[in-house]
C-alpha cells in the first residue's frame, strides 16, 4: 500500500514534471556549473564589434580595436585609475588632457601617463591669497558701484597675473570675527571703524596679505618684495613705510593677536573721552589700526619697490588731472580716468621691464607667415604706448621711469629661432606637424606616401632651438628645453606660446596683468587723437621687419599660405577615418614636434581652466567681471 505524504495534516502529493522540463533544467544547470567552473569562451566578439565589423568590414585585426570595456558579470570588477581634477579641457580637435607631475621634464608625456594623448605639466603651483577689503558706502549709483568695480577688477587682474589668488572681502567676514559686536557698541569714527573692519575681516582669513584695492603690483614677475611675498612665510606683523596703510602681511595668530591689543587699547576705554584723539588716529602713518598698538607690535619694512599705491596723497600731488575729476558730480568721470591711468602705468611697467623688447619666433620662415598672424598682433598691441590721461607719468613706485615715446617704441622682431634672454619676451606659434608640414611643403593635403618618403622629421622644434642648442642635440633633448621656454618657473613669465590652430585668444589680459590697447590713432605723435574721457591715444606700431636673408613672398603666396591653414584646420577636425589616420600617421612621423604642440596646449588649456574656475568661485564679489560689467564669451574657446 503507498506511503501518503502529508503536511501540517494535509495529504500532499508529489508528481514528477514532464520529460522536457527535466532536460531544460539539465542544461541550465550543466551551463550554470561550467561557466563558474571554466569561464566564458575566450575572445567572444561584443555586439559593438559585431556591428562595427558588419559596417567596416576592410577593418583588419577586430579584435584589437579599441572599445569601451563590457562588463562581464561572472569576472572580477576593476576600478578605474583615478583623473586629476580639472584635468581636461574640450576643443574642437580633441579633447586636451593633461597630469601634473614632478616628471613633466621627460621628453615624452606617454612614458609617465601611459597615454598618447594627454600631456605631463609641472605642478600647478599654489597662489597664495592676497585680500582686500570693499566696503560701500550706503546705496551707491550703479554707474559708481560699476566704476569702482572696475578699478578692484583692475587690482584682480593685476595681482593674478603676479602668480596670487586676489579675494574680496567685506563687512561679511568682518562681522565673522569674535570681536566684531564689542567694536560696535563703541560708536567709532567711521574712517577709524572701517579700518578696523578691514583688520577684522583679514583676521577671520587667517591672515596673508592685506592690500588697499588701489596697491597694485608694479614691477617684474621676479621682483624680491613680490617674491617674498608668494613664499607666505612672514615672520613678523609687518607693513611697508612707503605705503602708509597700502599693505600688511603676517600670520593669522600675529593678526588677532593684534587686534585683540587694539580693541584692548586705552583709547577705546572711553570712546567719548578720546573722541578727537581716535579721529586723528586715521591721519597717522598706516592707518588707524597701526595707531592704537605700539611700535613693538609691527614691523615697519623700507624696501618695497614692487608695489605702487595710488592713495589720496599721491593722486592730488602726483596726478591732478585725474584728482580734479574725483568730485561728486563727476565721480564716475574720475575712478574711470584713474583705472586708465593705473593701467597705462602697468603697460609701461611691463615695456622697461623688456628692455630688448618683444621677439616674435618665426622658425621655418619661407612658408610660415600665416602662422605668425596672431602673435604680431599681440605684439603690436603690448609695443603700442599705453592709452593714458597722463601721457608722461609714472607710476608712484617709480618717480624717474621712462615715458614710452611713440617716435622710439619698444622694439619688435621676428626671430628665426627661439632666444633665451630675460630682458627679452617671446611670443611663439606652436604649429601642429600636419599644419607645419602643409604649410612647409606648400602642400594642400598631405597622405601617408609623401610624408615617408619626402617629410624631414620634427623640422619646427630643430629650426625653433637651432640657435640656442647648435645643431648637435638630439630631439629629445631639444623638446625638454621647449618644455622649460614654456613652463619652468624662469621661462614662463617672459613668454606666451599660442596654438597655431585657434583662431581666437581669450584671457590676454589676465596673463599680462593689464588691458591691451584697444584703440590706436591715425597720426604719428602722441596725442593725435584724444578718446573718450580726456584719454590721449598712440598711434599704433608698424609691422615688424622681415628676417634678414629671408624673401618677403608676394601677396599671391600669402594667400595660399592661409587657405592651407584653413584647410589643416578642417583636416585636424575631420571625422574622416582616413583622414584620422593620415593626421595620426604626422604625428608619428613627428613625434618630438607632436609632443612640443601638446605640451603648449596643454599648458594653455590648464591656465584657462584654472582662471575659469576660480572666476567661477569669485563672480558673487566684489570686482568680479560680472559685477564690473565685463564678460561675453570670454571663455569661448575654438581651439
Not at 576593476?78 to 588632457?97: D, W
Not at 621656454?485 to 593689464?514: C, H
Amino acid at each position: 500500500m503507498p506511503v501518503q505524504r502529508t503536511l501540517f495534516g494535509r495529504p500532499v502529493t508529489l508528481t514528477v514534471p514532464p520529460l522536457r522540463f527535466q532536460l531544460l533544467f539539465a542544461f541550465i544547470l550543466l551551463t550554470i556549473v561550467s561557466l563558474l567552473t571554466v569561464g566564458p569562451p575566450p575572445a567572444v566578439p561584443t555586439y559593438d564589434q559585431v556591428a562595427d565589423a558588419v559596417k567596416n568590414p576592410h577593418i583588419p585585426n577586430l579584435p584589437e580595436v579599441n572599445l569601451p570595456a563590457v562588463k562581464n558579470p561572472f569576472g572580477k570588477s576593476a576600478h578605474k585609475p583615478p583623473v586629476q581634477a580639472n584635468s581636461t579641457a574640450s576643443s574642437s580637435y580633441r579633447a586636451i588632457e593633461w597630469f601634473s607631475d614632478f616628471k613633466w621634464r621627460n621628453p615624452f608625456s606617454s612614458s609617465v601617463t601611459l597615454d598618447e594623448n594627454r600631456a605631463v605639466l609641472p605642478p600647478l603651483k599654489e597662489r597664495p591669497p592676497i585680500y582686500t577689503f570693499y566696503d560701500p558706502k550706503g546705496k551707491v549709483d550703479k554707474t559708481v558701484s560699476e566704476a569702482e568695480n572696475r578699478l578692484i577688477l583692475a587690482w584682480r587682474r593685476a595681482w593674478w597675473a603676479q602668480g596670487f589668488k586676489p579675494q574680496v572681502l567685506s563687512r561679511a567676514e568682518a562681522m565673522k570675527h569674535p570681536r566684531y559686536q564689542l567694536v560696535q557698541r563703541m560708536k567709532l569714527d567711521p574712517k577709524v571703524e572701517l579700518e578696523m573692519m578691514r583688520w577684522f575681516a583679514w583676521g577671520h582669513m587667517g591672515g596673508g596679505v592685506l592690500a588697499n584695492w588701489l596697491a597694485l603690483p608694479m614691477s617684474d614677475y621676479n621682483n624680491a618684495m613680490l617674491s617674498f611675498l608668494r613664499r607666505q612665510e612672514y615672520p613678523d606683523l609687518s607693513r611697508v613705510e612707503s605705503l602708509h596703510n597700502g599693505i600688511f602681511f603676517g600670520e593669522g595668530a600675529a593678526v588677532n593677536e593684534a587686534i585683540k591689543k587694539a580693541v584692548n587699547s586705552d583709547l577705546l576705554k572711553n570712546v567719548t573721552a578720546n573722541k578727537d584723539k581716535i579721529t586723528q588716529l586715521a591721519k597717522k602713518e598706516g592707518g588707524a589700526m597701526v595707531g592704537l598698538l605700539s611700535s613693538a607690535d609691527i614691523t615697519v619694512d623700507t624696501k618695497a619697490n614692487g608695489i605702487a599705491y595710488y592713495s589720496t596723497d599721491n593722486i592730488a600731488t602726483k596726478y591732478k588731472t585725474v584728482a580734479e575729476k574725483l568730485t561728486n558730480t563727476t565721480q564716475v568721470e574720475g575712478l574711470q580716468s584713474l583705472a586708465d591711468l593705473i593701467n597705462s602705468h602697468l603697460h609701461l611697467t611691463f615695456q622697461e621691464t623688456y628692455s630688448e623688447g618683444i621677439a616674435i619666433v618665426k622658425p621655418l620662415p619661407e612658408h610660415t607667415t600665416a602662422l605668425t598672424y596672431e602673435a604680431i598682433d599681440i605684439a603690436r598691441n603690448l609695443t603700442q604706448c599705453p592709452s593714458s590721461p597722463i601721457p608722461k607719468s609714472c607710476p608712484p613706485n617709480r618717480h624717474k621711469c621712462t615715458p614710452c615715446d611713440p617716435n622710439k617704441p619698444m622694439k619688435m622682431a621676428l626671430l628665426p629661432s627661439y632666444k633665451n634672454s630675460s630682458a627679452l619676451y617671446t611670443i611663439g606659434t606652436v604649429p601642429h606637424p600636419y599644419t607645419l608640414n602643409s604649410l612647409h611643403y606648400t602642400r594642400d593635403t598631405l597622405d601617408a606616401s609623401f610624408i615617408r618618403k619626402n617629410a624631414e622629421r620634427n623640422l619646427w622644434l630643430i629650426a625653433l632651438t637651432k640657435e640656442m642648442l647648435g645643431e648637435n642635440h638630439s630631439e629629445g633633448y631639444r623638446v625638454v628645453d621647449f618644455k622649460d621656454a614654456v613652463a619652468a618657473p624662469k621661462g614662463a613669465p617672459n613668454s606666451l606660446w599660442l596654438t597655431a590652430e585657434r583662431v581666437t585668444q581669450a584671457d590676454l589680459d589676465w596673463i599680462f596683468g593689464f588691458n591691451l590697447p584697444q584703440n590706436a590713432s591715425s597720426g604719428g605723435e602722441l596725442g593725435a587723437k584724444t578718446g573718450d574721457n580726456g584719454l590721449v591715444v598712440s598711434p599704433r606700431p608698424g609691422m615688424p621687419l622681415p628676417i634678414e636673408g629671408i624673401d618677403v613672398p608676394e601677396e599671391r603666396w600669402i594667400k595660399n599660405e592661409e587657405e592651407r591653414l584653413k584647410k589643416a584646420r578642417e583636416a585636424l577636425q575631420s571625422k574622416d577615418r582616413h583622414m584620422q589616420e593620415v593626421v595620426a600617421m604626422v604625428e608619428d612621423w613627428n613625434m618630438y614636434d607632436t609632443e612640443a604642440w601638446k605640451f603648449a596646449r596643454a599648458f594653455s588649456a590648464r591656465r584657462r581652466v584654472e582662471r575659469k574656475k576660480w572666476e567661477e568661485e569669485e563672480r558673487e564679489f566684489a570686482g568680479s567681471e560680472k559685477k564690473a560689467g565685463v564678460g561675453g564669451g570670454r571663455w569661448q574657446d575654438r581651439r
